[in-house]
């Protein structure tokens, strides 16, 4: 067991720090969380400046203690978050760079990097969910094209994505469910979408329905065999359930620190259950710190993606966070109802977090089965 | 950075695992609650012959040299199996108290005005006057009652306190893993309603609350081994009392009627989490220390 950093790790660190205190000051100003062109132009720029720096690869091809680094020194800066790329970088890229033909690596991944194209992702259907393999957008053969049609919901980043990675059922009659679908890249300008937003408990537009009406995608945008979609999306959750929330971490321990001075101001310090209840979020936090340096130990040593620990790391983590904002509201008191303020918005986005990336109770039946070795049920 | 345990200390666990399966199984668990709270001093030096609390002395002082990240995956292993004595107060006094090295000395501590083992031990830290012995909640804890006076304030957590809370968090973690195992084990063989209960939704999601909790507990744990922050120290105290009281609760919940007899081991784990709960940085301190670290 160690947690210190090798020679070459802290040179990295070092490094990174001194270009983050350089580069942060020259941002533009933060967008307006509605305006999502604005949002898209502003995460964009920033990946543009980390991959003329350098850093645009990290989430792929760094060691995992690298990009552990790289998340943790990001977000104690105060850097912009990976936001309107994240399907490119975290889902979509990774999955074309471990699956994806030679030609298709160099033609989808370098934008993805320069910050030119973002992705977003149309796996969940009106009738899959949690039940994700049950989907039924179809897509058809017709000569060098499949011919797609259906709907997918909660897609984000739909509005201003260029491109989105699709799973279709190829093949209704397969003896699984699992077998008969294809992992598809679809580029959102060709005729037949409609994106049509839908508006958040928080009053944003983040996901939208996205309507597929006989949308023509070439064969050569298939990513793996046909049918064999599955296990290929099964690469791409596996990256969602790992690292992917690591500077989340960092962030909550920087938001109990900004709580606690609030809390030392109004009063509410002196109340010792909130008092206590912030130390013992304080202690779960830095558990789970540990539990993500836990995570990337492994996945450094066994060179694979991380996989059913980054479900013990999830559940665990909507649920702090969600705890998190509970506590704000207990120290801003009539605050926490004004829309105004920074923690109301972001108490109502963490209701996301126990749904969005695998349902609690789904991460339950994963930790269930997959660790403890429980009977697998439906 | 690498968390994983090294093949030593994969080698070490094993080790002591074997030795304690071995010397301290069910049979001699139950034989222990039996015998109504002796403590087998056969048993204390053959742990002191195994350098159970020699761990950390030095070589040149006769001791095996290894440091607090080694000696938290032992107390994990004793947490286990349910070890029972003053393990911690004797591993702690092991360059101070003569013979508590070797293990032909047993030594306790007063601590949150309670004494552990006070009728066994063979020297006792701290102040006892006044106490009395209690009927302990724990069958093999046997405990006194020392006053505390109300206005005397908390004691400071000095480095020695807070190994000895590391080291307590360690065992509970033990016996939250241990819980765990147990949980799931049953849940694979009891069957109810056609099918084991361990394919009921309900029962599995308890089974795996536990490993989150387990698991969360363990790396605060071995994390506060290797730094040795007073904070962090405190928090790992806080989720490994949690995760061994609250892990062995929903055991106990898993094993239906079963949990609630004598004859199952769970109550035994509940009772010895609750009294290492009070013990050692008790939640109410652990939390304070945490949030005056923010
Ligand atoms: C903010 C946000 C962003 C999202 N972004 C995307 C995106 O970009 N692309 C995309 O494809 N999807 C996205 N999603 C969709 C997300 O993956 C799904 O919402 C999620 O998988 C749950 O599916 P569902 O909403 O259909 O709920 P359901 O599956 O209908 O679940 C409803 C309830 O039933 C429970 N349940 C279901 N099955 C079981 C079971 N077997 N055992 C126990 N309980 C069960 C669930 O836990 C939940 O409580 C996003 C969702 C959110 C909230």
New interface residues.
């Given amino acids: 067991m160690d947690l210190s950093c090798t020679d070459e790790e802290e040179e990295f660190r070092a490094r990174l720090r001194e270009w983050l205190t350089a580069a942060l000051p020259g941002l533009p100003p933060r967008p307006d969380p509605m305006d999502w062109p604005a949002r898209r132009a502003y995460d964009c720029g920033w990946q543009r400046r980390l991959h003329d720096a350098g850093y645009a690869d990290v989430h792929w091809d760094a060691s995992p203690t690298q990009r552990l680094i790289f998340l943790e020194e990001t977000e104690l800066a105060g850097a912009p978050y990976v936001g309107a790329n994240f399907v490119g970088l975290l889902h979509a890229g990774p999955t074309i760079a471990a699956e994806g033909t030679a030609e298709q690596r160099a033609r989808w991944l370098p934008p993805v990097l320069r910050g030119d194209d973002v992705w977003c992702q149309g796996f969940s259907e009106p009738g899959a969910g949690s039940d994700l393999a049950s989907l039924r957008t179809r897509a058809v053969r017709d000569g060098d094209a499949y011919v797609v049609t259906g709907q997918k919901i909660w897609t984000s980043h739909a509005e201003v994505a260029d491109w989105c990675e699709l799973l279709v059922r190829t093949d209704p009659e397969a003896p699984s469910r699992h077998r008969g679908i294809t992992w598809l890249a679809m580029p959102m300008d060709a005729p037949g979408i409609t994106v049509r937003p839908l508006r958040t408990l928080a009053g944003s537009t983040e996901f939208a329905e996205v309507f597929l009406d006989e949308v023509r995608v070439p064969v050569e945008n298939r990513v793996g065999e046909e049918n064999d979609g599955w296990r290929v999306t099964m690469v791409t959750l596996s990256f969602e359930r790992g690292t992917a929330f690591v500077g989340e971490v960092v962030a909550c321990r920087r938001l109990l620190g900004e709580l606690a001075r609030a809390a030392r101001k109004n009063g509410t310090w002196d109340d010792a259950v909130l008092r206590r209840r912030l130390g013992r979020l304080s202690a779960e936090f830095q558990a789970l710190w540990r539990i993500v340096q836990a995570n990337v130990s492994e996945a450094q040593a066994t060179g694979g993606v991380p996989g059913a620990g980054g479900s013990v790391f999830k559940l665990h983590y909507s649920h702090a966070r969600q705890e998190l904002y509970e506590a704000a509201a207990a120290v801003l008191g009539p605050d926490s109802l004004d829309l105004g303020r920074d923690w109301t918005l972001d108490r109502l986005s963490s209701l996301s977090y126990t749904i969005a990336a695998g349902t609690s109770q789904i991460q339950r039946n994963i930790v269930a089965e997959r660790i403890l070795g429980l009977p697998k049920g439906r | 950075?690498?968390?994983?345990?090294?093949e030593d200390?994969r080698a070490l666990r094993g080790g002591v695992r074997d030795l304690l399966e071995g010397r301290f199984g069910r049979e001699a668990l139950r034989a222990a609650v039996d015998s109504g709270g002796a403590l087998d001093r056969d048993l204390w030096r053959e742990l002191g012959a195994a350098g159970f609390f020699a761990l950390r002395l030095p070589e040149e002082e006769g001791g095996v040299g290894l440091g607090l990240?080694e000696a938290v995956l032992v107390f994990e292993e004793a947490g286990r199996v349910l070890l029972p004595g003053p393990l911690v107060a004797t591993h702690m006094a092991a360059g101070s108290v003569p013979g508590a090295a070797e293990g032909a000395v047993v030594v306790t501590a007063v601590d949150e005005g309670l004494v552990p083992w006070l009728e066994q031990a063979d020297v006792v830290l701290g102040d006892t006057t006044g106490a009395v012995p209690m009927r302990s909640v724990d069958p093999l804890t046997p405990l006194h009652r020392v006053p505390v006076p109300v206005s005397v304030p908390a004691p400071g957590e000095g480095e020695a306190r807070l190994q000895a809370a590391l080291l307590t968090a360690a065992e509970q973690v033990g016996s939250a893993g241990r819980t765990?195992e147990t949980a799931?084990s049953y849940?694979?063989e009891r069957e109810q309603f056609g099918?084991?209960i361990?394919?009921?939704?309900a029962?599995?999601?308890l089974?795996?609350?536990m490993?989150?909790r387990t698991?969360?507990?363990r790396?605060?744990v071995?994390?506060a081994?290797?730094?040795v922050d007073p904070?962090?120290i405190?928090?790992?105290k806080?989720?490994a009392d949690e995760a061994a009281t609250a892990n062995a609760r929903d055991c106990l919940q898993v094993h239906g009627g079963m949990g609630f007899t004598w004859e199952a081991d769970v109550h035994l784990h509940l009772k010895r989490a609750w009294v290492r709960a009070g013990l050692r940085l008790p939640a109410?301190r652990?939390?304070?220390?945490?949030?005056?670290?923010?």
């Avoid at chain 2, 361990?198 to 939704?201: A, L, N, R, T, Y």
């Avoid at chain 2, 652990?286 to 923010?294: K, M, S």
């Fill in positions: 950075m690498d968390f994983r345990l090294t200390q990240p765990t799931v849940a694979r099918q084991v361990g394919g009921f939704q029962v599995k999601h089974c795996a609350g490993l989150v698991e969360l507990a790396a605060a071995r994390a081994s290797l730094t904070v962090e405190a928090g790992a806080l989720l109410a652990a939390e304070e220390a945490v949030a005056a670290g923010l």
